[in-house]
């Protein structure tokens, strides 16, 4: 037999993301934070490690946003890196392949933490309502 329940009533049964405008400023205060720390104890004009503690940060902000603010996070992310990872500083360039793949990674890790979170809130909705 089914029984039926109102979700609307009480707690939700899938979490609210954060508003885009909030990821966003996290996004760039992070990855200022994150290149300035790789700059400090990395080495400079090496942006590996900057790619990879970037794209880390693009994935925990993905599990709270939005598919929408997947797009600004990545070239926000992408900004710093450019403009502060690689010599010369402050200067944004685009390097064709390169930039197109290190935009790509950071899309692409967004793009998984908010699609891990979707899946991981419906998967406890559906226990919830079961």
């Known amino acids: 037999m089914i029984e039926w329940v109102r979700i609307s009533i009480g707690a939700r049964a899938v979490p609210q993301p954060v508003a885009t405008p ?60 450019n403009g502060f990872a690689i010599p010369p500083l402050g200067q944004v360039t685009w390097a064709g392949h390169r930039d197109s793949a290190w935009l790509a990674c950071l899309f692409a890790a967004t793009a998984f933490g908010t699609g891990l979170a979707r899946i991981v809130n419906a998967r406890a909705a559906y226990r919830r309502i079961t």
Request: proline content about 3%; glycine content about 10%.
């Open 22 to 81: 909030i990821v966003w400023f996290a996004a760039f205060t992070g990855a200022l934070l994150l290149v300035a720390i790789t700059n400090h104890f990395g080495e400079h004009g090496h942006p590996g490690t900057a790619l990879l503690a970037l794209s880390l940060l693009a994935a925990v902000l993905g599990l709270c946003a939005r598919f929408t603010a997947a797009p600004g996070t990545a070239v926000l992310c992408w900004l710093l890196l």
